[in-house]
């Protein structure tokens, strides 16, 4: 991971640095870092199929706040370091919470717990020379997917997932066939509103079963028990009630409909209890931190004799009144921390190296492994990250090795026993080496490796091992937006060979669709129209369907503001898109690369020949020049295709003051609708909320 960069003026404070003070080494990076972050937020809380581990996600997390409190101007109203969770998946009906589902500062060792329970300290003001002693309560910290059940006079009447934080996707008939779930609470008078908050896992056992009449059927296997829980609640066609009915809820906090003699959380616990609701076991009264350390070290030792996964301890202020005091930040309690457990490791051999190009191209060193068991799961395959990362550590084939689950998600190695040498070689294996592959694995394209960067890629965008990926991309709402390109529909048109590279979609015809299986001629009719509509785009939707590494709906503005057209773009040089403010080197490096790549310009040429048409640029409008602060106070919702960028529409929004939000509600102004709008133009009409087209948005935009 590159160095976090300096600031040169170091007589300026913080405050004192504009937007041209900062470095563009630090600009790029905080955007490289935004889109990944946002990326491997959609893979784990809308695909359940996570990337990273927990740690290198939170490495990752921190460096962007660290470079977002180092230069503030870097600091956007979108940025992932201020958001929970991610926005809610497509084709569920969504609802708020009925207050915010935020999540969870972590601690990773005893310092970051003792600074925690300092910051508490502080922020308390206790008297001089009283007791500064905090009770907290532990509980272990579920792995498994964060719910809100809602009951109204005690009856269960919704549940939501945890979404972004505000809003969440409404599952209340997948959750009603929880077991665990009371369809009314134990109690004789019970709350008007109570908002339950809590966790839907997957015991080990069951995820076992699970598993072994997955195999007997001849399907692919849960990878873990966080993503089949967290999965099933997303199920609306061929729901898996088996699924459903193997799953568990686990309450932890009452977040509205408390009791007025209620004023601890250990009693809000008592009362989940009482009601019906499952709670963990393993709970505590620890009295300062040093016996919430000691809590933690004796549930780590726990761990792998618990009926559900955990990956650390949670601590939370005892007292209500104490955590009232304490509050909130954007997105995490001032009052509650999660202590993470250090990865579960293990022992076995490197059998093979082998290499997998992923959606971006990227080749990345897997270890085949003799299977042994970690974390409760047999693991065969481990991510080597990258070469250097193979050179760094001198892993051979043949070696012994130590592994962890990081994240109890992606399996990694750590370290070679060197000291375990001769006795591989005494035992007849030979340790060899493995350099990165000159050529594609798949493809035999020739591999590339952009200055700055750890990993080498393959630079052909129609490599059969990303294209599945990449024709997602392109279908999406922000590129192209084709309605019916989903994933199972994407994996049949490859597999079959309808489509072989990106512009083969717009070859598509109807006769070769209805012959696809469970593809009736409405649908065929449906996706050719799709198709149809998405010839007609812009030239930024168009650089954001084409994958090209590090362009988002960001830099693809950035380019088409100084180059007009795609014409003006395949004739730029490196040194021109690396002169634009805002686009740094390595972005440069990237786009000047991919436009300069002779089969990548014939892909271009070929969109043209079948029908894709840009439109022409569209001249700045005077909101654009002249951003007015005329929609303070306004909040807007975007929803349909736009004759621009989502993102575009939102930046100007927020200039003028305005606020952008995913879900409309009574407090919503507006709703802004373009071509075919979802289900938000009803819900915006139900609620007496205005609508506007985009003409009705530049009005307000420009509106002395």
């Not at 913080?14 to 889109?35: G, I, N, Q, T, Y």
């Amino acid at each position: 991971m590159p160095a976090r960069p300096r600031t040169k003026r170091a007589t300026k404070t913080k405050k004192d640095l504009s937007a041209a003070d900062v470095p563009e080494s630090a600009r790029a990076r905080v955007m490289e870092l935004s889109d990944e972050l946002r990326r491997h937020d959609v893979l784990y809380f809308q695909s359940d199929a996570p990337e990273l581990s927990d740690a290198d996600y939170d490495a990752l997390r921190r460096e962007l706040v660290a470079l977002e409190a180092e230069y503030p101007s870097l600091l956007a109203p979108d940025s992932p370091s201020q958001r929970v969770g991610a926005l809610p998946a497509e084709g569920f009906e969504t609802a708020p919470h009925r207050s915010p589902m935020l999540s969870l500062d972590n601690a990773m060792n005893e310092d970051e717990m003792r600074a925690f329970e300092a910051r508490i300290v502080k922020l308390l003001e206790f008297p001089k020379g009283g007791s500064q002693r905090i009770d907290l309560v532990a509980e272990p910290k579920l792995d498994g997917s964060g719910v809100e059940l809602i009951y109204t006079k005690g009856r269960f009447v919704q549940g939501l997932t945890r979404g972004n934080g505000q809003t969440g996707e409404d599952v209340t008939v997948n959750l009603q066939r929880v077991p665990s779930i009371p369809t009314r609470l134990k109690s004789d008078d019970p709350p008007e509103i109570a908002s339950i908050r809590g966790e839907i896992v997957l015991p080990l056992a069951a995820f076992e079963a699970l598993n072994t009449a997955r195999v007997g059927r001849e399907q692919k296997p849960f990878e873990n028990p966080r993503n089949a829980a967290a999965g099933s609640l997303r199920q609306i066609h061929n729901v898996d009630f088996e699924r459903l009915g193997s799953l568990e809820f686990r309450g932890y906090a009452l977040a509205e409909g408390r009791p007025a003699e209620f004023d601890r959380q250990s009693e809000i616990l008592d009362l989940l209890r009482d009601w019906g609701f499952v709670i963990s076991p393993q709970i505590g009264i620890c009295h300062g931190v040093d016996e919430a350390i000691h809590f933690h070290e004796r549930l780590l030792s726990q761990r792998g004799n618990l009926p559900v996964e955990i990956d650390g301890t949670v601590f939370k202020v005892d007292r209500i009144e104490q955590q009232e005091t304490l509050g909130a930040l954007a997105r995490a309690p001032r009052w509650a921390i999660a202590f993470k457990f250090p990865p579960e490791q293990a022992e076995t051999v490197l059998e093979e190296i082998e290499f997998q190009v992923g959606r971006t191209g990227a080749l990345t060193p897997v270890a085949r492994l003799r299977p042994v068991r970690v974390g409760g799961v047999t693991v065969s395959n481990a991510s080597l990250h990258n070469q250097d990362e193979i050179e760094r550590k001198d892993i051979r084939i043949g070696d012994r090795i130590v592994i962890q689950r990081a994240g109890d998600v992606i399996p990694q190695v750590v370290r070679v026993r060197l000291d375990r040498r001769k006795e591989a070689l005494a035992e007849g294996r030979r340790l060899a080496r493995r350099g990165l592959p000159a050529r594609c694995p798949v493809c035999e394209s020739q591999t590339v490796r952009l200055e700055g960067e750890a990993v080498t890629r393959c630079a052909n965008l129609d490599c059969p091992a990303q294209l599945k990926n990449n024709l997602r991309h392109l279908a999406s709402r922000s590129a192209l937006d084709i309605d019916g390109l989903g994933e199972k529909r994407v994996d049949q048109l490859v597999e079959t060979g309808l489509v072989a590279q990106l512009s083969d979609v717009f070859a598509l015809e109807e006769a070769s669709l209805t012959g696809l299986e469970r593809m009736a001629e409405k649908s065929a009719t449906n996706l050719i129209a799709a198709i149809e509509r998405a010839r007609q785009t812009t030239l930024p939707r168009l650089l954001i369907a084409l994958g090209i590494r590090h362009v988002g709906e960001t830099v693809a503005e950035l380019l088409t503001d100084r180059f007009e057209t795609l014409e003006g773009l395949l004739a730029a040089s490196p040194k021109e898109v690396a002169a634009i403010e805002g686009i740094g080197p390595t972005i440069a490096e990237s786009v000047s690369r991919f436009m300069a790549d002779p089969s990548n310009r014939k892909e271009l040429a070929r969109f043209g020949e079948l029908g894709v048409v840009l439109a022409a640029p569209r001249p700045k409008s005077a909101s654009e020049e002249t951003p007015r602060q005329s929609l303070e106070g306004l909040t807007f919702v975007l929803t349909g295709t736009l004759s621009r960028p989502r993102g575009e529409a939102k930046r100007l929004i927020e200039a003028a003051g305005g606020k952008v939000t995913g879900s409309v509600s009574r407090k919503t102004n507006f709703v802004v609708a373009g071509k075919d709008p979802g289900s938000k133009v009803k819900k915006a009409t139900d609620l007496g909320v205005e609508i506007l087209d985009e003409a009705g948005l530049e009005g307000l935009l420009t509106d002395d």
